[in-house]
């Protein structure tokens, strides 16, 4: 069964920076599209940024475009979201997803991301 589990969160002031990174275990990290996830309170999970298997193409949602910077090491089972130029609507849970078919859906437990002075 597959796991992943996201680290780097916490508070961070406007206009800084976080590097979140998910650890994948039990399943074939290259074969999987990986994405980031967040959720703010009383709002609906909204997709970030998601990065190819092999990493050759990325996508990100326009309200993070030229902020955020999705990545992978398929040598180190990890994915990582650079976050630059935070603002507090950026606050959040963040979750990590791997996903290559509907059998195969993973999901981390999300790490807690607050922007605030």
């Known amino acids: 069964q597959g796991q992943l589990a996201e680290s780097g969160g916490g508070l961070v002031q406007p206009g800084g920076s976080l590097r979140l990174s998910c650890a994948a275990s039990g399943f074939t990290f290259s074969r999987y599209a990986m994405s980031w996830y967040r959720q703010a309170p009383g709002k609906e999970r909204e997709l970030v940024a998601s990065?190819?298997?092999?990493?050759?193409?990325?996508n990100y949602a326009d309200s993070v475009k030229g902020r955020f910077t999705i990545s992978r090491d398929n040598a180190k089972n990890t994915v990582y979201l650079q976050m630059s130029s935070l603002k507090p609507e950026d606050t959040a849970v963040y979750y990590c997803n791997a996903y290559r078919s509907r059998w195969s859906d993973y999901w981390g437990q999300g790490t807690q991301v607050t922007v605030s002075s």
């Open positions: 990065i190819t298997s092999a990493g050759g193409s990325t």
